[in-house]
């Protein structure tokens, strides 16, 4: 017996290495390699493109069944339906006021560089704007319209995030109305969690071949030209972002959590990176929800706020319609005074909200906005035409940036969040497990006591049998 000892203690301490780390150091070549490619033989890298786009799909395909999974868990979990609707509610009233912050922004720094002015409007280029102007955005009552999916699976066929929200929370109060008869349903709905995770983390492998062909078509088709003559307002819009990210939601998490951004930053690295090389916040969308509830936010505070504010909390779009459209009227020699330019970003800030879930919704929006509410101005969307997807990157890392954060002040103002975790998961104790994206000693669907509702127990305390279920 004593012989056999040191023979099996070894096997009992190994840990597992963590080759997702090698996944993202391929995708950073993959981005200079993409960078190289369209600079140096642009035709044929605008060719790569279906690479890009069919990355982001896959990643795509998997946000309705996470969502709908991660809400239904959360919210079947909650005994009191009152919760649910305050967590949705200071959400809210939390994007709209973050909305009107970005918007006033970029109104100062627009009207601050005046980056527009000497700039020539060409007959392609009016064309070019007019063409941008997209049938897909819908007014408000429509949209409101439009998150009620035809029928119940439908929203899970089609796609659309907000339509498998609503489909969600009813089923969530569903089954918290079913009391103990719901709790087979609900560790159903856990396991298929597991399996969607499991899947998204198999997709993830091909991210090096989607960032190698998403930045090679953007480089290649934009080229240097277009970035020289456009210098000024991309690199502003690109500073205002970091200001905003930064200094703005740094100090409100700061004040309001007391953790430091550049923290909760680092802890998302692997997201942003997957963001600047796909030019699209919808493929970090499930990695967000899964590190979220790893960080210490509760599920029905993650499930509600992530993907409410993927569609309604668009930091980013909100800084870029500010700037981009002070930007036209400068260069289309038609300056709008502060009076003019009010009510247009009070629109457009509505007129975001119709065009949620658009492919190219930050262009799309502004086109449409501006032909609605001020036609002169939609000639001159050609102009940003040309680095719209340059800038959509800082639109995307900041919407990215803006929707973490209400995530940690959401569950901070609701008390759903696990202090001491957040802290330890920051200093790199508790770390994500990228194997299959779910913390699985929290996954439980009713880990409370006997005759003990969660509100009263408040956050779980991390178990000792944690790691080896994790191990497990």
């Excluded at 301490?13 to 190289?36: C, E, M, P």
Aim: with cysteine.
């Amino acid at each position: 017996m004593a012989a056999s000892t040191p023979e099996t203690a070894p096997a009992a301490a190994r840990v597992k290495r963590d080759r997702t780390h090698y996944l993202y150091i391929a995708v950073i070549v993959a981005v200079a390699l993409g960078i190289a490619v369209g600079l140096i033989w642009p035709d044929a890298a605008v060719e790569l493109k279906p690479l890009g786009t069919g990355f982001v799909n896959l990643i795509k395909m998997m946000i309705s069944p996470i969502i709908f999974c991660t809400i239904v868990l959360g919210i079947g979990s909650v005994r009191k339906a009152a919760k649910v609707g305050a967590v949705g509610g200071i959400a809210l009233g939390y994007f709209l006021v973050m909305s009107l912050v970005a918007l006033a922004i970029g109104l100062v720094v627009g009207n601050v560089l005046h980056p527009g002015e000497g700039l020539h409007l060409t007959e392609a280029l009016r064309q070019s704007g007019h063409a941008q102007v997209s049938s897909e955005a819908l007014p408000p009552v429509d949209f409101v319209l439009s998150i009620i999916p035809t029928t119940f699976v439908s929203a899970f066929t089609e796609g659309q995030v907000l339509q498998t929200l609503l489909v969600a929370l009813l089923a969530g109060f569903a089954l918290q109305a079913l009391g103990s008869a719901g709790q087979p349903v609900l560790r159903g709905v856990e396991h298929v969690q597991r399996l969607v995770f499991r899947v998204l983390s198999m997709v993830m492998w091909a991210a090096p071949v989607g960032a190698f062909g998403a930045i090679a078509a953007v480089v290649g088709s934009a080229g240097l030209d277009a970035l020289k003559s456009l210098a000024v307002l991309m690199l502003g819009f690109y500073l205002t972002c970091v200001l905003f990210v930064f200094v703005v939601l740094g100090a409100l998490l700061r004040i309001v959590a007391g953790l430091n951004v550049f923290s909760l930053c680092r802890y998302l690295a692997r997201e942003f990176l997957l963001i600047l090389s796909t030019s699209s916040s919808e493929s970090a969308l499930p990695r967000l929800i899964a590190k979220m509830e790893h960080l210490g936010v509760s599920k029905p505070v993650v499930g509600i706020t992530v993907p409410t504010g993927y569609s309604f909390n668009l930091d980013g779009t909100m800084i870029y319609m500010t700037m981009a459209s002070l930007y036209i009227a400068d260069a289309l020699g038609t300056p709008m005074s502060v009076g003019e330019q009010i009510p247009l970003l009070l629109f457009l800030l509505l007129a975001s909200k119709g065009a949620a879930g658009v492919s190219g919704a930050g262009l799309a929006t502004l086109a449409g906005g501006l032909q609605s509410h001020k036609p002169a101005l939609v000639d001159g969307v050609g102009l940003i035409v040309g680095i719209d997807r340059f800038m959509s990157e800082a639109r995307a890392l900041t919407n990215f940036a803006g929707n973490a954060v209400a995530t940690v002040l959401v569950g901070t103002w609701t008390k759903e969040i696990d202090q001491d975790r957040v802290r330890r998961v920051l200093a790199g104790e508790l770390p994500f497990d990228e194997t299959t994206l779910l913390d699985e000693g929290r996954v439980a669907v009713d880990d409370t006591e006997p005759g003990e509702t969660r509100e009263a127990r408040g956050p779980r305390e991390p178990r000792e049998n944690d790691e080896e279920l994790a191990k497990a």
